[in-house]
């Protein structure tokens, strides 16, 4: 993809979808690569904190779900009844494609009936108000410009009472942890992947984390979008955060 850095960071949807659908071949086997394999870890902590466990029915959006791996996890963690339904959702045809694909090959069939694959924008998604009972959105936030739109419609299509979980990568607060994660992700995940002709598409990937917020600017633009009760964690040395929030009744709009 030769496009400036500087056009690839006004995240102009149609641009970042192309992005994706570039680099969809290699997303899983790169995720594993740069994370070392903690990126399973992250999602997990996300579900786990989520209390997705104890639904016993209900719809749960996995936004922005790339090639499925978030999806895969809130599937494993709702296993006990059939009444839990997955709505997995992405714009980019490619990403889908492959979360698809891997869905046939490592979900049970009660699995696959519980889950629908769709392609649509995290700005104007095809669901009624109130319709969610818990949204997670898994690495994708960072991709969102202005990331509130997309919190609005997610508060939009929530039920009352229903969850947000936003895992994404996050600033370390230490000056040295800080600069190893720079280091790395801006250095040599680059060089790896210009192994496979995916230079830029990786230095903006650095570059958007980079730019990306501190929790606490997170927790601030969550609750702008509406969301109430919010807690965070920060994972792995503080390159990850994980923020959970609430929709009540009395929005913060
Ligand atoms: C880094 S991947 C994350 C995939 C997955 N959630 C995971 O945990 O690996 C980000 C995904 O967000 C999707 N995405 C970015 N902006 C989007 C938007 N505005 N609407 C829908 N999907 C979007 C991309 O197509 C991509 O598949």
Known sequence: MEISMSELLKKEPTLIRE??????????????????GTIRWTRKFSVHVSGITQLEE???????????????????ATKHTSEVKVIAVDFSERMLFRARRKAKRILTREDLERVEWVRASAFDLPFPSESMSATFIGYGIRNMNPPQAALREIHRVTKTGGILIVL?????KRYLERFVNRFYFSKVVPKIASLFGLKNAYQYLAESMDKFYCPEKMEA??????????KWWQLLRGSVA??????????NI
């Open 168 to 172: 994404e990568s996050s600033i370390p």
């Open 242 to 251: 994980v923020h959970r929030a609430v929709k009540t009744r009395h929005p």
């Open 221 to 230: 633009i969550i609750k702008m979008s509406g969301w109430q009760n919010i």
């Open 58 to 76: 209900g719809t749960i959006l996995d936004l922005a779900c790339g090639t499925g791996d978030f999806t895969f996890e809130i599937l494993k």
């Open 19 to 36: 992005l994706f659908d570039e680099i969809s071949p290699y997303y899983d086997f790169m995720n594993e690569l740069m994370t070392f």
